[in-house]
């Protein structure tokens, strides 16, 4: 049974940054696509960055974090990791941990896709 769970709330101030782990036990990381979404107050659910190692590292980001943010992942922890930097208000957010299968040469961006969903790590960012 895969089980996904992410860090607990956490409020910062604008610029900066938090790092976001979630560990996910049973799966093999090389053979699952693992990322994070978020949903904004009142809004749905939109990708952040997503990781695929299963053919080679691929890795997608968000315009919105481009540059922002790095995905990155310690197999040997079962966990996930998203690092992010210069946060804004608009960052502010529940944050999914997800795991879905691997697509290999890329990550796709459907929310349905991923099949293995954490509870969600409150983000705020305000002054």
């Known amino acids: 049974q895969v089980q996904v769970a992410e860090s607990g709330e956490n409020s910062v101030q604008p610029g900066e940054s938090l790092r976001l782990s979630c560990t996910i036990s049973?799966?093999?990381?090389?053979?699952?696509?693992v990322g994070w979404f978020r949903q904004p107050p009142g809004k749905g659910r939109f990708d952040v960055a997503l990781l695929d190692v299963s053919g080679g590292i691929v890795t997608h980001y968000a315009d919105s974090v481009k540059d922002r943010f790095t995905i990155s992942q310690d197999p040997a922890k079962n966990t996930v990791y998203l690092q992010m930097n210069s946060l804004t208000p608009e960052d502010t957010a529940i944050y999914y941990c997800?795991?879905?299968?691997?697509?290999?040469?890329?990550?796709?961006?459907?929310?349905?896709?991923?099949?293995?969903w954490g509870q969600g790590t409150q983000v705020t960012v305000s002054p």
């Open positions: 049973g799966l093999t990381f090389d053979d699952y696509a």
């Open positions: 997800v795991a879905g299968r691997p697509l290999a040469s890329t990550c796709t961006v459907i929310v349905g896709w991923y099949k293995h």
